[in-house]
């Protein structure tokens, strides 16, 4: 692709004039020379490897309660001429530095944002009397930094993008569906994985399994405990899609009872107490209203439960302690009672939910299935989500997937994919192939009508790739050739579900 000479130094943008935008630095960064203040060392240490670029900060206000921060990333030579804009999780709060920088080193100009406030990610404190910064929270924080970015980006090279691309997960992946969905225009590509993308139930269920294990004292399971419901369901399960190989290519397929594990009479072996039997099989359901039985989240899948301790771990002062249950604690705490002290332990799954969802009138869903204004400028969605995810269930993704096709008909197999990974947690990690190039997918789609069918992904040990293994496109599976090795992609074949 043939890149423009620059239109303007890097130092010339601090003038840039933009409507709400105050350019606040616009910085020529030298190859290896960026760091974060107050970073560790071992955070800084991936940027060691970049190559020079602009960085432009610029503080964006399109209400008079606004204090948008984002951050553009411009290549200083060899930019592939495409943009992309980078998720966040949580309630954010900061700039993805960390995605800019694998975006920049692909030679992408880049931004995020920080949503608009410098809370802690588990932090809600900021929306408490402040309506337009939980809106631009929301949604409108991605949108105002795609436009400026793309400005900025005009200025300096002198060319706006010829492809944008989004690509997020968790947090990350409901704001890509929130682009999406609103601004059909903003990105030709958007890559959302394990989209948390309707706030009320998915954070009630969070706080309802944080309910469950501290029912009493008897309820909590210990997470040295997790391994051994683990490898039950392993015993359980693992050979059902043909192959015993430590994951569950379909863990819907396994319908496995914690009951086994209950300890007996005079047993000294590792088991689990009655009521650490019953806090599984919660943990297994899906939250339900009580009254309508209306299903309001997914459960967790069998294969989750060596990261359980992510929801359902300890309390502090009374309150959920992990980062996850803090971010559903403080959605109810300051977004939805407004009350620094409400008790997590008193959230109904009847009138509350109703109550919330009527409050939050849709601001913080992202579940609108017709996709059709952002499939008619021929954009492409890929999902993705781990089957082992213990904080965003699978089949939220799922659901989403199917919503969209019900809702587009024909125009979605031209338009969407979602990839299922067997073994791995939110995210990434886990013990199944977690590491797969969503982004060269994208492109080889978008640019070159390439629809991906499947996308080969891979698990390391200490630095080395020890396994790789194909994530099919949804409802597709991986299906073991019969011969070779398990651990090898090539032996194995996508096949209907």
Known sequence: ???????????????????????????????????????SA?????????????????????TTDSDIRIEVWLPASNWNGKFQGAGNDGWAGSISYGALAQALRRGYAASSTDTG??????????????????????????HEMTVKAKAIIQAFYGDAPQYSYWSGCSGGGKQGLAEAQRYPADYDGIIAGAAAYDMVPLHAGWIRIAQVVHKSEESYIPPEKYLLIHDAVLRACDALDGVKDGLLEDPTR?????????CKSGDTSPCLTAAQ???????????????????????????????????????????????????????????????????????????????????????????DPNLKPFFARNGKLIMYHGWSDQVVPPQHSIRYFDSVEKAVGVQ???????????????????????????????????????????????????????????????????????????DNAENFACVAR
Not at 125 to 134: D, R, T
Request: with cysteine; hydrophobic share 40%; proline share 7%.
């Open 254 to 262: 396994c319908h496995f009872d914690p009951q086994v594990l209950v």
């Open 412 to 486: 979605a197999a031209d338009s969407i994919r979602l990839f299922m990974a067997p073994g791995m947690t939110h995210c990434g990690g886990g013990p199944g192939p977690n590491t797969f190039d969503t982004v060269s997918a994208m492109e080889q789609w978008v640019e070159k009508g390439k629809a991906p069918e499947q996308i080969i992904a891979s698990h390391s040990s200490d630095g080395r790739v020890d396994r790789t293994r194909p994530l099919c496109t949804y409802p597709q599976v991986a299906k073991y050739k019969g011969s070779g090795s398990i």
């Open 1 to 39: 692709m043939a890149v423009p000479a620059m239109a303007a130094n890097c130092e010339s943008l601090a003038s840039l004039s933009l409507p709400d935008t105050a350019i606040t630095m616009a910085q020529s960064v030298p190859a290896g020379g960026f760091s974060l203040s107050g970073g």
């Open 117 to 142: 406030h410098q809370s802690d990610v588990t932090s809600a404190s900021f929306a408490l009397g402040h309506v337009e910064k939980l809106i631009d929270y929301a949604y409108r924080s991605e």
């Open 42 to 62: 071992q955070a800084n240490a991936a940027f060691q490897y970049l190559p020079a670029f602009c960085r432009v900060a610029a503080t964006l206000t399109p």
């Open 277 to 367: 039997v019953e806090a599984a099989k919660q943990i297994y359901s899906p939250a339900v209203n009580p009254r309508t039985k209306k299903v309001l989240l997914p459960a967790l899948l069998p294969g989750s439960e060596l990261a359980w301790g992510v929801l359902a771990g300890p309390l502090a002062g009374g309150a959920p302690a992990t980062r996850e249950s803090s971010v559903a604690d403080n959605t109810f705490k300051y977004v939805i009672f407004k009350d620094p002290k409400w008790d997590f332990r008193t959230l109904n799954f009847d009138k509350d939910i109703e109550y919330a969802e009527k409050l939050d009138n849709g601001l913080n869903k992202a579940n």
